[in-house]
Structures are given as structure tokens and as C-alpha cells.
């Protein structure tokens, strides 16, 4: 018997991201902005999603979105209600969206055809830590946290904030009631991710939205 | 999960060994759990050509490029993205996310008969066959 050691330097997550390789060359060629919203469950993704598609539509853009959950379709109900094409992903189970369950919904997804988007969100499942290691093909991965989760999140989660390229600070207009320091939440979302993008919103008054619509814009133009 | 397969492949080149050790190299950003893993990984493995190997799990730290030093550096932990010499914040990350099987340590069967019995030689047989149809 021979003992012997086989190099294989193989990436646990390759089919994943060979799949997320191919999918960012599928949103390229159709010229769409392609979104990743990431964030504990409760944080507010739905409703700060609900009012970016409205606004946005609003504003004549062509925008439509993916929605990650384990059960149920509330949440694409609730986001169909701002006019834009929008479809469940139900992981049953699974706490993260995988490029695989990305590519398969757009394949057959008769609503929308990805040529015809500026603008595709994808709101993952409510979770901070294993999407942070699926690659969707994402040109933009967004961070929210809101004001009532506690300012370190993002020294509890660095994987996940520290591969962000933006962050949204959602709920802003209960910060005050909540004792929220906002100080506290920038320094900490800055000492994981230097220099990112920092959004600080309220979905029910719309304070921050037009900022973070600007920044679409400017990211869609950049990019698609 | 992926770990088992992709190690079960590799074994296609060595038919009849036998799995010892399974070496990663996961990055300090990795997400990874140790304990977990070392728990999954008796369960995934079961009945599976890797059952009863070690797993060993090599730790990487961050590495950042920092500009103002010009050079690569070493992160104590992820609390902090700051080059721990000259303190200026840097985000350019040359280290950190790894998840890989970097490689496996194999008992190969011998050759020409050296351990006729057990599953291994039997699927040596096997696999003659089928190719020789």
C-alpha cells in the first residue's frame, strides 16, 4: 500500500460560481442592472424593494424582480403590487438563492424578458450569513440593516457586509424611539467596508430614496 | 456535500484507494464553522468512498493590499479592514474568501493484486468490464 497526496485545489462553491460566471455575461449582453439585496429576516428588503420599483417605474424605468423565501409567495404578492413584473422563488428549506434557482427563473419566466430591463433585483432570502457565499452574478450586492437590529451587525456579519458594494440603512424614521446611533452603525458598516456607498432610508416617508434612485441610475449607466 | 463528490471524481484515477485525509483551506471571510463542518462532514461522508477520513481544516487570514505601504498585509482578525501597520483602511482584498479542497491524502491499492478482497477490488473489476464492452 502507497500512501499519496492528490492535489486537487478545487473550489467547494465552483459549480455555483461557474453557473454566476454565466449568468453576469447573461445580464451584461441584455444590458440589465442586476441588484442582490441581502439582510437578516424583518429588516424591511420587502417594503424598501416595494418602494424602489415604484418609484422607479414612476420615473418610466423597466424594472422587475426575483424573490427569495422558503414558503409562501406574500412577499411577491405584496411587491406586484408597485406594477412591475415580479416572481417567487420558494427554496423550501434552502436558506440562501443559488445561481442555479437564478438561471432556471429567468429561463422560463414568461413576463419578463431580460433585454427589455434596466433594472432586475433579486431579494435573496432573510439571512446574513450563507448568501454572502453565493455569487448570483450580481453586478451590485446591497446590505440593508435597519435601525432597530443593533448598530454591530456589521462587525457580527463581516462576511457579508464586507462583500457588499452598497448599504442601506433601512427604518429611519423610527431611529429616534429606537435609540438608533447612527454614528455608531456608519463607523461599524466602514470599518468592515471601507468607503462603501451608505444609504440612510425610510420606506414609509421615502426619506433616502432619492439619493439611492440617483445611485441606480449612475450605476445602470456605468455598468449596463 | 460538494465536497464528497468532488472527492469521490478524483478517486477515479485511483481505483480501490482508500480516502485518509481531506485538507481545505478556508479563508477567515469563508463563513465557515469549524465544529460544524467537522459534524456534517462525518454524516455527508457516510457510506460514501470518504467515509472515515480526517477532515483538516487549514485557516486562512485576510490578506489586504495596503496602497500607502505598497506592500501585502495580514489582518489579526475581520473586525477591523485596516492595514495593522500604518492604520489607513483598505479594501482591496487579496485573501480571505477561500473555501477549497486544496488536496487528499490517499492508501493506494496495490497494482497487481496486493489486496484482492473487499469493495474496492470488486469495482476494479467492475468498472474492466464495462469498459472493455
Known sequence: MTTRIVELRRGILKKNDELAAELRLRYAAAGALVLNLVSSPGTGKTAFLERTLRELLARGSRAAALVGDLETDNDARRLAASGAPVRQINTHGICHLDADMIGKHLDNWEAVDLAQLDYLFIENVGNLVCPASYDLGEKIRVALLSVTEGEDKPLKYPTLFNSADAAVITKMDIAAPCGFDREAAVRNINEIRPGIRIFETSSKTGAGMDEWLTYLAEARLRHA | ?133
Open chain 2, 1 to 133: 456535500m460538494s465536497i464528497v463528490e468532488t472527492v469521490t471524481e478524483s478517486l477515479a484515477a485511483y481505483p480501490g484507494a482508500t480516502v485518509k485525509e481531506v485538507r481545505l483551506r478556508v479563508g477567515a471571510l469563508a463563513a465557515v464553522e469549524e465544529e460544524s463542518l467537522q459534524f456534517c462532514f462525518g454524516m455527508a461522508t457516510e457510506g460514501s468512498p470518504v467515509a472515515g477520513a480526517r477532515l483538516v481544516v487549514n485557516r486562512l487570514p485576510v490578506i489586504l493590499h495596503c496602497a500607502p505601504c505598497g506592500k501585502d498585509v495580514e489582518l489579526a482578525g475581520v473586525q477591523s479592514f485596516r492595514c495593522p501597520e500604518c492604520g489607513v483602511q483598505a479594501s482591496d482584498l487579496r485573501q480571505g474568501r477561500e473555501l477549497e479542497i486544496e488536496a487528499i491524502e490517499i492508501d493506494e491499492a496495490e497494482p497487481n493484486g496486493g489486496e484482492p478482497s473487499g469493495a474496492g477490488a470488486a469495482m476494479q473489476t467492475g468498472s474492466a468490464q464495462e469498459a472493455g464492452k
